[in-house]
């Protein structure tokens, strides 16, 4: 068991993903968090060596200095347990790290780049087709991690969007319980 990141080992951790950050790379700490419940979720195990590359955009960054890199990689391999750890000790309240914003009518919360790394944590593990009521389950992540679905989203109204927020965390929790049999 590895200790949970601090705040400052967070920030540390998302200027890393934004320093060596890419166009195809997780660059911030709500996408990290999303693909990591993927992970954690999964009903196969995927290595480090396996999804390194994955967030770094296709192939692990060329470090400026050898702190940088042992940086990177240590609270990456932290974060990952932390969010496996979060589920498993009590998926009940089990949060997604969503980022938040302020709209016209105050605080928003912003579920896309959480579920784009949920999605991309489906798509390292392959995750073969799920039975109908998981399926379900995973369109409710889907609808907001997806570029097919920008279209929908945009005919989709403000407080429509929050009225996801619920079915969203819902959704995580249901597909970690049902790879991880504790319904």
Request: proline share 5%.
């Amino acid at each position: 068991m590895l200790p949970a990141l601090s705040e400052k080992e967070l920030d540390r951790l998302e200027d890393l993903l934004i320093t060596y950050g890419n166009d195809y790379s997780v660059l911030n700490l709500a996408e990290l968090n999303g693909f990591f419940t993927a992970l954690a979720s999964s009903p196969v195990t995927v290595t480090p060596e396996q999804w390194l590359p994955v967030v770094a955009g296709g192939k692990v960054p060329k470090f400026k200095k050898p702190a940088h890199e042992e940086a990177y990689t240590a609270l990456m391999l932290r974060y990952a347990s932390q969010v496996a750890e979060e589920l498993g000790d009590d998926v009940d309240h089990f949060e997604p790290v969503f980022e938040e914003s302020e709209g016209e009518e105050g605080s928003v919360i912003i579920m896309e780049e959480w579920c784009f790394g949920y999605m991309r944590g489906t798509q390292v593990a392959g995750w073969a087709e799920l039975p109908p009521e998981q399926d379900q389950l995973l369109k409710a992540i889907s609808l907001h991690g997806l570029e097919d679905n920008f279209e929908l989203l945009d005919q989709m109204s403000e407080a429509d969007i929050q009225a996801c927020v619920p079915q969203v965390v819902e959704a995580a929790r249901g597909l970690f319980r049902y790879f991880n049999k504790l319904h």
